[in-house]
């Protein structure tokens, strides 16, 4: 049972663009919600986060809304550049409760940026 | 500051053989997790501790797997005998409370 649901599975963007990869979730016991960026023959490595208390978050190119009520969260890359072109797991963890601390990742989105 | 360190990071051996990865995660850091990735299956967790304890080893694939952290700067996964289908990437991850996991490089495993 997937606990977070991640879409789209792959996504080509053009130069420029505007990235957006969507991820949903059921267990209310999450209250932390990172993002990983992982390169071909790389580790994952984290990228943005954010606690279900605030409902956007930016860092540069990368903003995350967060919908507490919907159990939604949505990574936003704009003006995508071709080397942001990697495979994108949003994730939730449970800082409380029996498995707290373990990460529950979404499937991973394959991003391509075109030049 | 040091990420977290993984070694070897390529290993290639043949089927029956033991084969140990080790993994040194970012001091001060409590938890420590092992990923299994394999285009597949994705990323697995297999087993992770907290304060040298393990805490959920449910993902550990069958009695072949094993885990070990001896201390708070070092954790091993064993695998007695090897098979082909371990072949895949192995990841140690570690954190602290209310914070985000920090991930190896990770140890590319081969087993022919």
């Known amino acids: 049972q997937q606990q977070v649901k991640q879409s789209p599975q792959s996504l080509i963007v053009q130069k420029g663009g505007i990235s957006i990869i969507n991820c949903a979730y059921e267990n209310t016991a999450f209250d932390y919600f990172p993002w990983y960026q992982q390169f071909p023959g790389k580790g994952p490595a984290l990228l943005i986060a954010?606690?279900?208390?605030?409902s956007e978050k930016k860092e540069g190119r990368f903003t995350i809304s967060f919908n507490k009520s919907a159990k939604q969260f949505s990574l936003h890359i704009m003006d995508s550049q071709p080397g942001d072109s990697a495979t994108y797991f949003c994730a939730a963890i449970p800082w409380r409760g029996s498995t707290l601390g373990r990460l529950y990742f979404g499937r991973g989105t394959q991003l391509t940026v075109w030049p | 500051d040091a990420g977290v360190i993984q070694s070897p990071r390529h290993e290639v051996t043949e089927m029956g053989q033991e084969v140990t990865l080790r993994c040194k995660p970012i001091?001060?850091?409590?938890?420590l997790f092992w990923y299994r990735q394999t285009m597949m299956r994705g990323l697995e967790l297999l087993i992770y501790f907290n304060n040298n304890v393990p805490i959920d080893d449910s993902g550990m694939p069958e009695d072949r797997f094993s885990a070990k952290m001896p201390n708070a700067s070092f954790s091993t996964l064993k695998i007695q005998p090897s098979e082909p289908r371990d072949s895949a990437v192995y990841f140690c991850a570690s954190t602290t409370r209310q914070e985000s996991q920090y991930f190896g490089p990770g140890t590319r495993l081969t087993v022919t």
């Open positions: 001091s001060g850091h409590d938890y």
């Open positions: 954010i606690r279900p208390d605030v």
